[in-house]
Structures are given as structure tokens and as C-alpha cells.
């Protein structure tokens, strides 16, 4: 049986798959999440998660780039900006504990993204969850 984190990967691969224009991918989660073996209570968490960041895209966009130090949200890589649409989701619009969200997401970005990509989450997610 799926994780909670391996859900997390999926939807970070996904919403990765539609930053990237492949809007097209929408049509084919449930299969992608299957194939991927995450299925029932999991599946249906990161069904949730996945329409969620969709859905409140431009909130979500807005709440990061507030809390960018510089730049502008089209600065930051792909990998990053996925991990913290999704966990910016889950600090806004989710009754989930606000640590554990922060937690997974740089360990997230430990394996997924790049070096500096865990201190940077960290620092932005901090501030978001004020």
C-alpha cells in the first residue's frame, strides 16, 4: 500500500507534468496514480491534492511569490515550484498539521530537487505558515 508521501511524489510529478504544458495530463491521473500503485484511501488523497492545486493555482502562485526574498515565481525550477505549490495548498486549504506539511516537503526536495532546494522550501514555507 501507497504513502502518504509516495501520493505526494505522484502529485509533485504531476503538477511538474502540467507546469511544464502538458495540460493534457489532467485526462490521465487516475491512471497515472495507478500505475504508480497508489490506490484507495491514497489515491483518493492525492486525487484531492492534485484538484486542489489546480483549482487554487493563482492563490497558491500569489501566497509563494509574497513570499519570495527576490525574483519572481517563473525564476525558480520546476521541481521547487511543484513541492511548494503542493505544500503551500496543504498550509492553506488543507486541516493537516503544519510541521509534518513543512517536513515532507524538504524531504521531498532532498531526493527530488535540487541541493539548495531544501533550505530554500524550508524559509518560504516558514513564512507562509504564519
Known amino acids: 500500500m501507497a504513502t502518504r508521501t509516495q501520493a505526494r511524489e505522484s502529485v509533485i510529478g504531476l503538477l511538474y507534468a502540467v507546469d511544464l504544458g502538458n495540460d493534457g495530463i489532467i485526462k490521465f491521473v487516475d491512471e497515472i496514480l495507478e500505475d504508480k500503485k497508489i490506490r484507495n ?71 527530488l530537487a535540487s541541493d539548495n532546494a531544501p533550505k530554500f522550501i524550508n524559509g518560504v514555507l516558514d513564512k507562509v505558515k504564519r
Open 41 to 111: 484511501k491514497q489515491k483518493d488523497f492525492a486525487l484531492n491534492l492534485f484538484n486542489g492545486v489546480v483549482d487554487n493555482l493563482e492563490k497558491i502562485d500569489e501566497e509563494i511569490q509574497v513570499h519570495l526574498n527576490q525574483g519572481s515565481l517563473n525564476d525558480l525550477g520546476n521541481v521547487e515550484k511543484s513541492i511548494l505549490r503542493l505544500a503551500v495548498y496543504e498550509i492553506l486549504f488543507e486541516n493537516l498539521d503544519k510541521p509534518i506539511i513543512i517536513n515532507e516537503a524538504i524531504e521531498l526536495s532532498k531526493r
